[in-house]
């Protein structure tokens, strides 16, 4: 809630909708009754959908870039210290 709090309260106040996608994590229900007590308009969409979510895209790239180019055979593989 404090995340709610601090960073989408101002969406309240203005002429906005707020779009997310509905990964259970953000449409849990003290989420849904934030967004309507504070009466912020969001715009339901499809959970991981890359037609409205470009980051998904972005994941899905760098996901088969690991899989044909690094091709880790143990997790220790993908991680690097410097």
């Given amino acids: 809630q404090s995340i709610l709090s601090n960073d989408m309260f101002g969406l309240a106040h203005r002429n906005t909708c707020f779009m997310q996608d509905n990964d259970p994590a953000h449409t849990c ?3 849904g009754k934030w967004l309507e007590i504070n009466n912020i308009n969001w715009w339901h969409t499809s959970a991981a959908s ?3 979510n470009p980051i998904e895209n972005m ?3 760098l996901k088969e ?3 044909r180019v690094v091709k880790p055979t ?3 593989e993908l991680v690097v210290e410097y």
Avoid: A, M, Q, S
Wanted: aromatic share 14%; hydrophobic share 25%.
């Fill in 29 to 31: 229900n003290k989420v």
């Fill in 50 to 52: 890359p037609d409205l």
């Fill in 59 to 61: 994941w899905h790239e």
């Fill in 65 to 67: 870039y690991i899989r």
């Fill in 74 to 76: 143990k997790k220790e």
